[in-house]
């Protein structure tokens, strides 16, 4: 079978092509819809930006459902738009949000992200290979960390905020990346454990651009 069609086993829950031959995997796509709704919840006043997340957040969670379920190509681009997109918007609003940036610095910071994006992902792929598909997440953290340490003097509590962020996001990597490692000693994998700590990550990272509304002045000199 050919084209957007075409099925595959990336994961160690997988043994056949059947619907639910990854149930695990596919119900804990829950803790995505979990976070969204309870975020959403938590948000006070119009917050277009934080709120636009929280549905971007919501898509996440039924396209990595669709793609642990039909396991097919086109279920692959239902599961990383929405990753993506969610990157792309959270750089654009934390750009202007917390450096208190214009709305064409947040775009360029987005634009810029797709070839830094790249450059990360090669360059660390050549030291350590793909680590189970894990390596194209890499750039996040990264880049996360970079915005926390900028912002350490001017908001201390929105840098613990986006390193307790770098934190979550970093064990769930983890998980991701020895999912096929232990398959041998666990047959169910660990594949599970990144979404549900992804989606209390995506979560808590909304929170932390939530608080931060009004644009902090720059550090004195």
Known sequence: M???S???DNYCERVDFAFWS???NALTNAAFLLAAFLVWRA???PDLGARLLVGVLAAIGIGSFLFHTFATRWAVMMDVLPILTFILLYVHLATIRFFGAPVWAGIGAAVAYIPYSAVVT???SALTGPLNGSIAYFPVPI???AYALALLGRAPDTARGLLIGVGLLTLSLFFRTIDQ???P???LGTHFLWHCLNGAMLGWMIWVLHRARAPHPPAPN
């Open 181 to 183: 490692a232990v398959c």
């Open 122 to 124: 090669i360059g660390l």
């Open 185 to 187: 000693q666990l047959g």
């Open 6 to 8: 075409e099925q595959m």
């Open 22 to 24: 990854e149930p695990v």
């Open 43 to 45: 948000l006070k006043g």
């Open 2 to 4: 050919n084209g957007w």
């Open 143 to 145: 880049l996360i960390t």
